[in-house]
């Protein structure tokens, strides 16, 4: 009985133990549209971001607020001795609600600068999500290139291992040279070292991807996906460049501000003017602030009174106007709306600038693809080309009928079996290279494409 209860208490201790190790264990299966989405979710910056858009969004609503009702209700109250036989008590409390009918003139300031920040806060959140997800693609297809070489490799580590099978066999029989024995395990002890590096180089990377999509960097990280081939035509990533950049976007909101600034100036040709009417209890008033002219409708009713004086002249009416027309302003005006003309006109050219540079950006990054990719093709090639001559060249050394046979192959040495096989090796290194350097080309180019997911 103790050795049962002894049993049950050190599997209850141990139980937290096995919790961790499996949840440290967690498995996970991922696609590059997953990746994505929880990179979306997760990353620092694009959280940072909209936060930033959050207290624009604030600060905008901040400067909006007098656009609706106002209500406010306020109360005072006062009394005094002014000798032994005089008391006075004055007291007030007043209900006050004020809307907003019309808006003319400029766009208030504080309104403007909170429209602006707003902007430039969600134009940071398009430029953090792409290249967080620029981030995320670069390490998953990096990661798929990994293993997808790991994989190639363990193919020609086998045959490796069935040709050092043969050459053994050779070597008993007196067919070859301990030397050739030697070389194979030479080829073999490479590949193996190369498959050792590519592992350690993959756990690195899905540790960074693990990071990037915010999860649990000691889960295990299981990828799939392919590098597909870009089936663009350069008219659509330049059209795609053209609407999506975030340089452009900026540009294009400057100058519809500007546009509206522009426009604007033309109220400052306009007189002053302020007016009010009051009946009873109810005001329509015209205030002025700069070039903006505000038309409220106000209601004051007061809910308790008594200061010492009548109230019928609440009663009554009340009409007030007040103009006051420039009759000549030294051309400030003329001045102003020059200067924001010429500044409408510099960030145009500043666009066509931009988006000339950026046109040329995108078809040279489209060009490095395809040269990328054409490449990639010439070393593919080049590895089935060296294969097979290394193939044939050791079929030769192998098989002395076949030297017989046909004499003019005779000629082959060790030598040149040792340099076809280290060609084949560089052939095969500068492949799995150029396919790294392709898939980096494709995703600078998406990059300059502004594209997000």
């Known amino acids: ?147 997808d070489e790991i994989k190639e490799r363990k193919i020609l580590r086998d045959e490796i291992e069935k040709k050092r099978v043969r050459t053994e066999e050779r070597v008993q029989k007196k067919l070859a040279l301990e030397l050739d024995l030697l070389d194979v395990k030479l080829e073999l002890a490479r590949q193996d070292l190369r498959i050792n590096e590519l592992k350690r180089e993959l756990r690195v990377k899905k540790s960074e991807l693990l990071q990037a999509i915010g999860a649990d960097e000691e889960a295990e990280l299981e990828v799939s996906g392919e590098l597909q081939d870009l089936e663009l035509t350069i008219e659509d990533c330049i059209g795609a460049s053209m609407t999506n950049r975030v340089e452009l976007k900026d540009y294009r909101g400057l100058i519809e501000r500007q ?26 008033i015209l205030r002025q602030e700069n070039s903006t002219w505000d038309t409220l409708l106000s209601y004051e009713k007061p809910i308790w009174e008594n200061e010492g004086v009548g109230t019928s002249e609440r009663d009554k009416w009340e009409f007030t106007f007040g103009l006051s027309f420039p009759i000549f302003d030294g051309f400030r005006v003329k001045g102003l709306i020059q200067g924001e003309e010429a500044r409408l006109e510099r960030l145009r050219i500043g666009l066509l600038q931009k988006e000339k540079q950026i046109r040329l950006e995108v078809r040279n990054a489209y060009r490095e693809v395809a040269d990328k990719k054409e490449l990639m093709d010439i070393r593919s090639a080049e ?41 084949y090796t560089d052939a095969q290194k500068s492949y799995f290279d150029q396919r790294l350097n392709y898939m980096l080309a494709r995703e600078d180019l998406r990059r300059k494409m502004g594209i997000v997911e």
């Open 259 to 284: 546009v509206r600034i522009t426009k604007e100036t033309l109220w400052e040709l306009l007189p002053e003017l302020e007016s009010s009417y009051r009946y009873k209890d109810t005001s329509i």
């Open 1 to 147: 009985m103790r050795k049962v209860a002894s049993i049950f208490l050190c599997l209850i201790f141990m139980f937290p133990a096995f919790l961790n190790v499996s949840l440290a264990q967690e498995q996970l299966r991922l696609t590059l549209d997953r990746c994505v989405e929880m990179t979306l979710e997760s990353d620092e910056e694009i959280l940072k971001a909209q936060q930033e858009i959050t207290e624009a969004e604030g600060a905008l609503t901040v400067a909006r607020s007098d656009e609706y009702l106002q209500m406010n209700f306020t109360s005072w109250y006062q009394r005094a001795k002014h000798d032994d036989r005089f008391e006075t008590k004055d007291y007030n409390g007043t209900l006050r609600a004020d809307q907003l009918l019309v808006r003319l003139g400029k766009v208030p300031n504080r309104v403007d600068l909170a429209q602006e920040q707003y902007r430039q806060a969600e134009l940071k959140l398009q430029s953090a999500k792409t290249n967080a997800v620029g981030k995320t693609r670069t390490i998953f297809y990096n990661i798929i290139l990994i293993q």
């Open 383 to 423: 590895v089935i080309l060296r294969r097979k001559t290394l193939e044939r060249m050791e079929a030769i050394m192998e098989t002395p009928v076949i030297s017989q046979k046909y004499p003019r192959l005779a000629g082959i040495t060790f030598d040149d079996v040792i340099r076809a096989r280290e060609s």
